[in-house]
């Protein structure tokens, strides 16, 4: 079982940063793949970034490339998503996410095993 607390949600104004963290109870932190998710209100949570269990490989989506960047740092069993240059559109609820075996980077909802409770980011223009 895992447990996942993400913090560093808050409100901001376009182009500003933040920083998400999400602090990972449990053993075994290193061998999970971690993702994070987004759901803004009226829509379906999607797929922002994700990350294999080393940190070798990554993905991201479209709408985030170049601006948000995910990292891990296993001796601290966190990762965090570090957000830049944001928009009124990246407003939402911010979930990580993660699931064991985690050698492939996956974008699919169904593919992550365990969530966090969420954290809110709102940015205004």
């Known amino acids: 079982q895992v447990q996942l607390v993400e913090s560093g949600g808050g409100s901001v104004q376009a182009g500003d940063s933040l920083r998400l963290s999400c602090s990972a109870s449990g053993r075994a932190f290193t061998t999970y793949r971690m993702g994070w998710f987004r759901q803004a209100p009226g829509k379906e949570r999607e797929f922002v970034a994700g990350q294999n269990w080393s940190g070798g490989s990554t993905l991201y989506a479209d709408s985030v490339k170049g601006r948000f960047t995910i990292s891990r740092d296993n001796a601290k069993n966190t990762v965090y998503l570090q957000m830049n240059s944001l928009t009124p559109e990246d407003t939402a609820v911010y979930y990580c996410?993660?699931?064991?075996?985690?050698?492939?980077?996956?974008?699919?909802?169904?593919?992550?095993?365990?969530w966090g409770q969420g954290t809110q980011v709102t940015v205004s223009s």
């Open positions: 996410a993660a699931k064991s075996g985690g050698l492939v980077v996956t974008t699919a909802r169904s593919s992550y095993t365990y």
